[in-house]
């Protein structure tokens, strides 16, 4: 889910400045990341922090190393502090949903 919706994002930002799309935009990436956390969380739960993290720091990945491939195609800059700052919001996405799956189950 978060795939489609960040490469919607690069085409935005492409376009022109939208500052206001590309902060909708954001907030469903995360909000993807957070579901992709919950999921993964209520599949095992003997570990669904962890699993929220794993799946939702995965799906960051493949976002990133598509942006990144982008970028360095196109000799467009990029900087690894904000490429780390993303990945620690996609793990606390991920830990989000997992802690909202752990909560919702019943002992």
Do not use: E, K
């Not at 990341?33 to 739960?45: C, E, F, K």
């Amino acid at each position: 889910m978060s795939l489609p919706i960040s490469l919607l994002g690069l085409v935005v930002v492409d376009d022109g400045d939208h500052p206001g799309v590309v902060f909708a935009l954001l907030l469903l990436v995360l909000a993807g990341l957070g579901t992709g956390g919950y999921v993964a969380a209520r599949q095992v739960p003997s570990a669904p922090l962890l699993n929220g993290a794993v799946a939702a720091l995965a799906a960051f990945t493949l976002i990133q190393g598509v942006g990144l491939v982008r970028r360095v195609a196109t000799g467009a800059p990029f900087s690894l502090p904000s490429i780390a700052f993303a990945a620690f919001m996609a793990c606390c996405c991920g830990l989000l949903g997992g802690v909202v799956a752990a909560r919702g189950r019943r002992p």
